[in-house]
């Protein structure tokens, strides 16, 4: 399969699209355009993915004016799994090879799509992250960089990429420290734990907390609240990225970071990455 070429093979109407792995649908009535993510095959952030998410982000761009978008949600259509992170396999493999450009190539499609959903595709839109599931690592990134995160209580967040030497290279740190001290936030990277839902409401990371199975309608729960002082809602997001800016720069110099840190992991680390995606393949059946 070509992981460079855009899937969108059915157009039910201007922004609905179905990809190869992704799949977008436009509910006119709330202004609202849903994204599910259906990776394969493993419940990761591999090019395919990374690609198909980069296409509907720009097709968004082109089109959210005119047909009235308001809101854009990421989820996913894997039961159990928002995303498990990074293409653990690809990442062992252009460590192997010593594939600098491999490494910052796949970082740098990670951040693009990061950034746009993070600048709100740089549209009056509101973004939100529904977690039904695992997130971890790139898959929590994702869901941080979303200016709301809804959970519902099974859902288990976390960055494990110290258990094979590494750090979340694509955001992770300026994330948290949004949200929570610097400090804070440099233990939660480091600890390799993943927090329950509960937890990471409890930290003020998650928004919204619901029982399983009231993420969507907890969703459209949200749009109606924010709809009642939309102009407030929108002007106080506005002057919280001004005090705590994140730019793409600041991400492009962390994937740098990251990437010289992948180039120095030695064999034992890179049989972690091994069982690691090993367990990714697992998760993903049993999902199935």
């Known amino acids: 399969m070509n992981t460079h070429t855009s899937n969108a093979v059915t157009h039910i109407d201007p922004i609905s699209r179905q990809y190869s792995q992704l799949t977008t649908h436009f509910d006119r009535k709330h202004e609202l355009v849903w994204c599910y993510f259906n990776p394969a095959p493993r419940a990761c952030f591999n090019q395919t993915l990374l690609q198909n998410i980069n296409d509907s982000f720009n097709h968004l761009r082109n089109v959210a004016d005119s047909q009235g978008v308001k809101y854009h949600?990421?989820?996913s259509q894997i039961a159990g799994i928002f995303?498990?992170?990074?293409?653990?396999?690809?990442?062992?493999?252009?460590?192997?090879?010593?594939?600098?450009?491999?490494?910052?190539?796949?970082?740098?499609?990670?951040?693009?799509?990061?950034?746009?959903?993070?600048?709100?595709?740089?549209?009056d839109v509101t973004t939100i992250s529904l977690?039904?599931?695992?997130?971890?690592?790139?898959?929590?990134?994702?869901?941080?960089?979303?200016?709301?995160?809804?959970?519902?209580?099974?859902?288990?967040?976390?960055?494990?990429?110290?258990?094979?030497?590494?750090?979340?290279?694509?955001?992770?740190?300026?994330?948290?420290a949004r949200k929570l001290h610097p400090k804070q936030a440099e233990r939660m990277i480091l600890s390799g734990k993943l927090y329950t839902a509960q937890?990471?409401?409890?930290?003020?990371?998650?928004?919204?907390?619901?029982?399983?199975?009231?993420?969507?309608?907890?969703?459209?729960?949200?749009?109606?609240?924010?709809?009642?002082?939309?102009?407030?809602?929108?002007?106080?997001?506005?002057?919280?990225d001004d005090i705590n800016p994140i730019t793409y720069e600041n991400l492009l110099h962390v994937v740098e970071i990251w990437v010289d840190a992948v180039l120095k992991i030695e064999r034992r680390d890179l049989k972690m990455m091994e069982r690691l995606v090993s367990r990714q393949n697992h998760q993903g059946v049993e999902a199935a």
């Open 73 to 75: 949600v990421i989820a």
């Open 83 to 123: 995303n498990l992170g990074g293409d653990l396999d690809l990442f062992r493999s252009l460590a192997m090879r010593g594939d600098r450009k491999g490494l910052m190539d796949y970082g740098k499609a990670c951040i693009d799509v990061l950034y746009a959903n993070l600048s709100h595709f740089d549209r």
């Open 199 to 240: 937890e990471l409401y409890d930290m003020g990371l998650v928004d919204i907390l619901v029982e399983d199975g009231e993420g969507e309608e907890a969703v459209y729960g949200y749009i109606k609240r924010e709809n009642h002082a939309r102009n407030g809602f929108r002007a106080l997001r506005k002057a919280r």
């Open 131 to 176: 977690v039904q599931g695992e997130a971890l690592g790139g898959g929590f990134e994702a869901a941080l960089s979303s200016e709301i995160i809804i959970a519902e209580k099974s859902a288990r967040m976390g960055f494990p990429e110290v258990l094979f030497n590494l750090f979340p290279g694509m955001g992770a740190y300026h994330l948290l």
